[in-house]
DNA sequence: GTCTATATGGCGATAGAC
DNA sequence: GTCTATCGCCATATAGAC
């Protein structure tokens, strides 16, 4: 039945190259798959494939699926907190910066719709990054926060509340419609990755927060 | 040092029920297992582990593991809509009743760790449930939510913006800080899900979502 | 740097004894 | 109603050709 001599088998002959893979074009591909399955849905099968090569070509660039995982998180974490280190968040007055930082966010997971799901993904069911390498960079990151929203009260410009909890309600109000985005727009009538929407939305983020950190009108 | 004559094998000898196990018990494990290491993460051999009893006795009780799945999913949102229709919340003005629903849900999150973070889950990840039998219950609770707050606003007790986002907001400032309650924790110093902590986040919720609903002081 | 082919293990699911 | 035993499949990971 089968040709007995070779039979190279499916779908194309072995060989060179042909198009190499940027490993940077990998992790986003990685991120997106990883973000869409979570890690133990994402196979690295489908990976593959949505790269446009074979699993085992994927060995090369990582050693194991975590060490992918891993790659995908560090950079994503790497890339949020470098933009807002870029963006100057100590000028101007308090209510400036809070509008500022509010924007950035929006615009951040607006241009990249993986963030806020990996990132909850990782701080709900996993911490497969976050119990371990990252835990510091997202201990940090609600520490500054928090001291931040602190700061303007001792200033007189936000109102006297926690802090603590001001932080988390901030961080859920930002990250949850992202990282539910399906959910969110359907509710919305519209996605929540359009324009017009995200225009929106960042409004009345902008709005809320103020709402909540501001003293009364 | 084992009673060497038998040696049943590893685990018990076959044969009778010894302690047949309730349904409902049985949902209550796999809804902890699933809001642990969400659907794919969860297996039945750990599933079937934690019940004391074996992969193969699960499937008496359920034929499949996304029948099981759907049954916690569904006994979740039921007991959840079932508290907010019990929890009478179409008497009182506008303010009260914004402050009974904040702490009725404040007080399910806290006796039923899993709910959020199933829920959050469900939205972001998979849609398992959602899409498919659960997506009624959840654009209508969203439905309700906005249509209440947009009550408020036409009755002049809450300030005008629009309802559907301030929706989504509040949704998310309850839900994530309970379906991340480890990383909550570790960054207020105190689990999350500790009396004091508790009683700490609903005044603290409340009083942000006083702040986002009424009026300016 | 990608391929084919394969090793190994855990998964969901089934059969049938007790 | 639970058990033991097993099936078939797909997962991660490895070996080695080109």
Same mark, same amino acid.
């Given at each position: 039945m089968k040709p007995t001599t070779s039979d190279p088998g499916p779908p194309r002959r072995s060989g060179r190259p042909l198009r190499p893979i940027a490993t940077r074009t990998l992790l986003d591909i990685a991120a997106r798959v990883f973000a869409e399955r979570g890690y133990d849905g994402a196979s690295l099968s489908h990976i593959a494939e949505q790269a446009g090569l #074979?699993?085992?070509? /994927?060995y090369h660039h990582f050693p194991t699926k975590e060490a992918l995982y891993e790659a995908v998180m560090r950079q994503l974490v790497g890339d949020l907190l470098r933009l807002i280190h870029e963006a100057d968040l100590d000028t101007g007055d308090f209510a400036t910066r809070l509008d500022r930082l509010g924007a950035l966010v929006i615009d951040t997971f607006a241009e990249r719709p993986d963030a806020a799901r990996l990132l909850v993904l990782e701080m709900v069911a &996993? &911490? #497969?990054y976050m119990t371990g390498p990252g835990a510091a960079e997202v201990q940090g990151t609600f520490m500054v926060t928090a001291a931040f929203l602190a700061a303007g009260m001792a200033a007189g410009a936000f109102r006297e509340q926690d802090p603590r909890h001001l932080a988390l309600t901030i961080a859920g109000l930002h990250l949850y419609p992202f990282a539910a985005a399906g959910v969110a727009g359907a509710f919305l009538g519209r &996605? /929540? /990755?359009?324009p017009e929407t995200i225009a929106e939305r960042k409004a009345a983020v902008l709005a809320h927060v103020r709402a909540l950190c501001l003293p009364g009108s």
């Open positions: #074979r699993k085992a070509s /994927l &996993g &911490g #497969r &996605g /929540l /990755l359009e």
